[in-house]
């Protein structure tokens, strides 16, 4: 019997979804890497046989990962997937594009973010704080990556201090990192998903993309903790304003690009200012991410490209 690719690949993500929780807590190998791919296969899955059997055959399988180690298995396996499902049953139910990807979003974000909330407190205990900053002044000694910095006029204590506050910011903004992969994750997954269904749906042009209003919420939220966790000290309540400020921005960013994309196909719009902001993009990348960070985020509020949110952008 001859089975075509698109077939076979349609088979694979109902054994991806069935078996790899199972292997990945067998051999505690779970990671971003096969989260993308059970969400590929989660979105694949469903343009063939539909959302109903494809939450049944997802959910057999994260129950398949309790046999090797028991409950515990549970805790060895990433949730994000979920989140994909919670973006097809909330566009089943005829909610816009733009809200559904939002409220995945932010589920995505929370099953990725709060179980390295652990790790981060751990992380931040000074005395494990100052044991890894140790450990890694001890290797990039003996990589003579300290000497090359001592040639240059930069001292050891010097680079020690740069150090302790590269460590202290990158386990505060850890959750936040881990939502913005996961959001990724969703995207992309997404996005396969409208590329085997491109023939039976109509797709929406990048340009085109838009979340609703309130999402600029999350940027007011994490402002308002960030700036009240300073003034009262409270050292916590400021990591939670960091990294909501972080998560937002990222969302920012793309919908900046979509922006960009938007008037760079206006007619009108010579086509030497699209180079000069390639141009601009590959040499001066932080400004350039900053402009789109805050054109996105206006963009929310003021809907600079005047697109009505109920229409889906077509």
């Known amino acids: 019997m001859y089975i075509s690719d698109k077939n076979a690949i349609q088979y694979t993500s109902r054994v991806v979804l069935l078996v790899v929780p199972f292997f990945s807590s067998l051999f505690l190998s779970w990671s971003w890497i096969i989260e993308i791919l059970v969400i590929f296969a989660l979105f694949i899955h469903v343009g ?13 399988g ?58 981060t407190v751990q992380a931040l205990q000074p005395d494990i704080l100052q044991q890894r900053i140790e450990e ?14 001592e040639k240059q006029g930069l001292s050891k204590t010097e680079f020690e201090e740069y150090l302790r506050l590269a460590m202290s ?32 749906q109509k797709e929406i042009p990048f340009a085109l993309w838009r979340l609703p209003w309130y999402a600029v919420w999350l940027a007011i939220i994490g402002v308002a903790m960030y700036l009240g966790g300073d003034f009262f000290s409270y050292n916590t309540l400021t990591i939670v304003g960091m990294n909501t400020m972080l998560i937002i921005g990222g969302i920012a960013v793309i919908l ?59």
């Not at 063939?48 to 057999?60: A, D, E, Q, V």
């Not at 890694?136 to 910095?149: M, P, S």
């Not at 719009?269 to 402009?291: D, E, G, K, N, Q």
Request: with cysteine; aromatic share 16%; proline share 5%.
């Open 48 to 60: 063939r046989w539909g959302l109903r059997l494809t939450i049944n055959f997802l959910t057999i």
């Open 62 to 119: 994260y129950l398949a990962s309790i046999i090797p180690l028991g409950i515990a298995g549970l805790t060895q396996i990433g949730y994000t997937p979920w989140a994909g499902i919670l973006l097809l049953v909330l566009r089943e139910k005829g909610l816009s594009l733009g809200r559904s990807v939002f409220w995945s979003l932010v589920l995505a974000v929370m099953l990725s973010a709060l179980p390295t909330i652990p790790n």
């Open 136 to 149: 890694n002044i001890l290797f990039y000694e003996q990589t003579g990556t300290i000497e090359a910095f």
């Open 169 to 200: 910011a990158y386990y505060k903004l850890l959750p936040g990192l881990a939502g913005i992969l996961s959001m990724i994750e969703i995207g992309l997954g997404y996005l396969a998903f409208r590329f085997f269904q491109r023939k039976e």
């Open 256 to 314: 900046g690009l979509a922006c960009a994309a938007y008037f760079f196909q206006h007619p009108k719009v010579p086509r030497v200012l699209m180079w000069i902001a390639i141009f601009s993009a590959v040499f001066f990348t932080p400004y350039v991410l900053l402009i789109l960070l805050f054109i996105g985020l206006f963009d929310l509020v003021f809907n600079f490209r005047r697109i009505p949110e109920k229409s889906e952008g077509a």
